[in-house]
T-cell receptor, first 109, second 116 residues
Framework: KNEVEQSPQNLTAQEEEFITINCSYS?????LHWLQQHPGGGIVSLFM???GKKKHGRLIATINIQEKHSSLHITASHPRDSAVYIC???????????FGPGTRLSVLP | DAGITQSPRYKITETGRQVTLMCHQT?????MFWYRQDLGHGLRLIYY???????DKGEVPDGYVVSRSKTENFPLTLESATRSQTSVYFC???????????????FGEGSRLTVL
């Protein structure tokens, strides 16, 4: 079983829809990151979380350490949000990030 | 412009040839990483470096060699390329020290390597 799982794998939404992407992990972590990768493009860090909730514009990320679960929410989605969203955790042991498989989001106009 | 840059962005080579992918960062970040990204897999760590002259293996190090003589550079060499090394390679850097490296990760644009 992968240490980091994401759901859904693929998601298609209409513009303006509220979107939720989930990440669950099975190891002890120091921090969790949400990353965004546009088609053919590089990878950008959106959030780093160790507890609670963070908000940047239309993006909100939450983490529940006890339940080993994080969610990324996008409010009022837009076609430019179409990308792969990747959850990454920094394990308590070893100096290494572990990445989820990614969620491919397509937002249709 | 400051940041983390990779070169080449695209490379086609033949089996058995040596290939070096370059990574350069301008922030003096302590940590640098090389990942490969393949369909059906998340990003997988090849090698990482905690500082100049300190490198360590990641999850999939076989067939790769790294060095870090200067803080800002972290080249990845495929000594004898194989078809299974066809992939997209990402270099990343992070501020961090010790086990609590919770700093933000900065990625290069990626290097797409095809081994024929």
């Amino acid at each position: 079983k992968n240490e980091v799982e994401q759901s859904p794998q693929n998601l298609t939404a209409q513009e303006e829809e509220f979107i939720t992407i989930n990440c669950s992990y099975s190891v002890g972590i120091s921090a969790l990151h949400w990353l965004q990768q546009h088609p053919g493009g590089g990878i950008v860090s959106l959030f780093m979380l160790s507890s609670g909730k963070k908000k940047h514009g239309r993006l909100i990320a939450t983490i529940n350490i006890q339940e080993k679960h994080s969610s990324l929410h996008i409010t009022a989605s837009h076609p430019r949000d179409s990308a792969v969203y990747i959850c990454a955790v920094y394990r308590n042991y070893g100096q290494n990030f572990v990445f989820g498989p990614g969620t491919r989001l397509s937002v249709l106009p | 412009d400051a940041g983390i840059t990779q070169s080449p962005r695209y490379k086609i080579t033949e089996t058995g040839r040596q290939v070096t992918l370059m990574c350069h960062q301008t922030w003096s970040h302590s940590y640098m990483f090389w990942y490969r990204q393949d369909l059906g897999h998340g990003l997988r760590l090849i090698y990482y470096s905690a500082a100049a002259d300190i490198t360590d293996k990641g999850e999939v190090p076989d067939g790769y060699v790294v060095s870090r003589s200067k803080t800002e550079n972290f080249p990845l060499t495929l000594e004898s390329a194989t078809r299974s090394q066809t992939s997209v390679y990402f270099c990343a850097s992070s501020v961090g020290a010790g086990a609590a490296n919770t700093g933000e990760l900065f990625f290069g644009e990626g290097s797409r390597l095809t081994v024929l």
